[in-house]
């Protein structure tokens, strides 16, 4: 039974190194083999390459150090300091998470606008133009401060107090005890957060495609996408090859580069005291950060019920009417689907693929675990096109499987590391003992494990949920022929000049995700009473 067993295992293990070397590698190296000279001639001589990487490279860093110092700050207030409310600025901080990327372009279109045509401008009399560099800049900025704020202060809320409570004793001023305890603990934190927010800024085109101007130029993201549009998948290749460059950077760093200033074992928390100055400070910050991620929301939030926004503030429900006409019921129908998908299959197979690699280890762990991780370090925009490329002539490609299979893939290392870590903190003798009590393993995973790991679980199923509702990046390139998302609906509007409509479909999955995240805590707290 036990060789049984063992080669059970083993051959679960080939047949996922195989599945993701079919749905991971394969597609990326696709890429490659479609990179011909006669394509990168004809990008390079394009007039708009080279305008395009410095319209990438400039914008990306510049949101990219706006969104790691508000990051930054927001993590050290809510862990650092004793405000109150700590709950709500942390959901609020989260919040640009649940909307498309595009929708945060049109939250400030409808805000600011074009030369006083936002609903600001118009109440303060500006003439102010968000559009081509401080609208991509800071439409950027919103969607990506939310990542950048969990990943410091997840790291943040388990640093060692002993150091700090040392440094006071001797007399340690609070600002040097930031610049030589906590900021050298973030080092590694701070450089994996700005090569990965650049990653996200870099290869998104929702921003750039909504606010970019004549003038302006376009971006990499939109010159890959539009070259896809013409067939031009040679020059394509070559652009995508490009975006890889800072996410494979970002995946080496978090891969090989060790931490030596965290560590895992935690004597003292550090505590949350600190002085009125600071709270204050904190209270304003948090504040402020706030109003600015909220503002672009409800200015498209009222532009779905306004007439004739902003002249006409008048209530009306002309829009939402007009855009289920347009077929938007249909399009939540192919998204929910996809979300289903992705969710299920996607946390069956994370949990799957954390246990080979945690509790049930043997061969071909080491190359399971790297490949589960290497999805991380592949844009969405260039998963995509490697799908186009790889599964092009396949029954796959055009159909729901392959959205919900390109979904789950974009999104899997998140979950898959959560997972990792839940099955690392129970107790690692579990199946020992099992085996010493002629119980099997098959029987300890569902009667004990799963049950201790329900609540990852959940929030796994809600992350490839949320995220594949609200993505444009991979599906932009494979829908259609696939069914179109809701998510694609939003640059459709953009195509007919109707905001409403956009600000509509971004209300509306706004409203889903808010909806499942408030659905997932309900569920967690009734089973964390019910094990009370």
Same mark, same amino acid.
């Given at each position: ?16 190194v ?42 990306? $860093?510049?949101? +990219? /150090? *706006? &969104? !790691?110092?508000? @990051? ?10 004793n ?14 998470m ?14 600011i606008?074009a ?34 704020f969990?990943m ?21 001023p ?11 603990? $973030?080092?590694? +934190? /701070? *450089? &994996? !957060?700005?090569f @990965?927010?650049f ?33 031009r ?22 891969l ?6 965290q560590s895992?074992?935690?004597?003292e928390p ?16 948090s504040g ?18 306004a ?26 129908e192919n998204?929910l ?22 509790r ?8 399971l ?10 844009p969405?925009?260039v ?8 599964f ?33 903190k ?46 444009i ?5 494979l ?14 509007a ?20 808010l ?6 805590a ?11």
């Open positions: 039974m036990t060789r049984q067993s063992k080669a059970v295992r083993l051959t679960i293990r080939i047949s996922l195989l599945f993701f070397l079919a749905v991971v590698i394969c597609p990326v190296f696709s890429i490659f083999l479609r990179i011909t000279p006669a394509g990168v001639r004809a990008l390079v001589s394009s007039k708009d390459f080279v305008p395009a990487i410095v319209n990438s490279v400039t914008t990306a $860093l510049t949101a +990219t /150090l *706006i &969104s !790691t110092l508000l @990051a930054l700050g927001a993590a050290f207030s809510l862990s650092r300091t405000i109150r409310g700590k709950g709500v600025f942390s959901t609020l901080f989260v919040l640009p649940l909307i498309p990327s595009i929708s945060h372009a049109y939250g400030l279109k409808a805000l606008g030369n006083g045509s936002g609903i600001l401008s118009w109440l303060l009399g500006l003439n102010f133009s968000i559009l081509g560099f401080p609208g991509i800049v800071a439409g950027s900025v919103l969607y990506s401060f939310p990542i950048a969990l410091i202060e997840s790291v943040l809320r388990y640093e060692d107090g002993l150091p700090y409570r040392a440094a006071q004793v001797l007399g340690i609070p600002l040097r005890r930031f610049t030589g305890i906590t900021l050298p603990y $973030l080092k590694k +934190t /701070l *450089i &994996s !957060t700005f @990965a927010v990653t996200m800024i870099v290869t998104d085109y929702g921003v750039p495609e909504a606010l970019h101007t004549r003038s302006f130029g376009y971006t990499l993201s939109i010159l890959m996408l539009r070259d896809v549009e013409n067939a998948f040679g020059s394509a290749g070559v652009i995508g090859i490009l975006l890889l460059v800072p996410a494979v950077a970002a995946f080496t760093i978090d090989f580069i060790r931490d030596h200033g895992g074992f935690v004597s550090v505590g949350a005291g600190c002085g009125r100055g600071a709270r204050v400070l904190a209270y304003v910050f402020i950060l706030s109003c600015l991620i909220l503002l672009p929301i409800a200015a498209f939030s009222v532009q779905v019920f007439k004739s926004y902003p002249t006409d503030l008048s209530f009306t429900f002309s829009h939402i009417r007009d855009t289920f006409r347009s077929g938007a019921d249909r399009f939540l998204s689907l996809y979300a289903v998908l992705a969710a299920l299959f996607g946390t069956a197979l994370a949990f799957l693929s954390a246990y080979l690699t945690t049930a280890k043997g061969p071909l762990s080491r190359p675990h790297l490949l589960s991780i290497t999805s991380v370090a592949i969405g925009l998963l995509g096109l490697g799908y186009v490329i790889f092009n002539r396949t029954p796959l490609y055009g159909t729901v499987f392959l959205i919900a299979l390109a979904n789950t893939i974009h999104f899997f290392a998140s979950p898959y590391l959560l997972m990792v870590n839940t099955l690392n129970i107790n690692p003798d579990l199946e020992n003992v099992g085996k010493t009590l002629g119980v099997g393993r098959l029987r300890i995973v569902f009667d004990v494990l799963l049950p201790k790991v329900r609540p990852s679980l959940f929030e796994m199923a809600v992350y490839f949920f949320v995220n594949s509702m609200m993505t990046s991979a599906v932009s390139l829908a259609p022929p696939a069914p179109l998302p809701l998510s694609l609906m939003i640059a459709r953009e195509s007919q000049i109707d905001l409403g409509k956009a600000a509509t479909v971004s209300l509306l999955i706004l409203s889903v995700n909806a499942v995240r408030g659905a997932m309900l569920a967690r707290r009734r089973a964390a009473q019910a094990q009370g």
